[in-house]
């Protein structure tokens, strides 16, 4: 049976995003203390695309998996839910990127 609304669990919105920068999420300023304090907006960035790549291309080959008869429907449907919300998150990163520089790019100097 289907479970109820309230028995879904949701992922953060940049997935991969806590994995890159650990309590960022969180907090605001890194807990860990091993983490570096230098880490740039484009390690972030180039990490969660990574991390979006790889989720896409694990969905890909669940696919496959799943025409091979090798892999069970639920976790085909599972595989390809998650690249959906990974492609949709990176798109909307990369929509709110493109308005934030339109909208520097409109600035008087």
Known sequence: MIGGIGALQ???AIDGAEAASPGLLQGGVGTQPSESVGSSF???LSQAATKTVN????????SIQALKGD?????????????????QT???V??????????ISRMSI
Not at 71 to 87: F, H, K
């Open 10 to 12: 949701f992922k953060p």
């Open 42 to 44: 484009a390690e972030v």
């Open 55 to 62: 989720t896409l291309q694990g969905a890909e080959q669940m």
């Open 71 to 87: 892999a069970d429907t639920r976790q085909v449907v599972d595989a390809v839910l998650s690249a959906q919300q990974a492609l």
């Open 90 to 92: 990176t798109i909307a």
């Open 94 to 103: 990369r929509d709110k990127v493109v308005s934030a520089y339109l909208e």
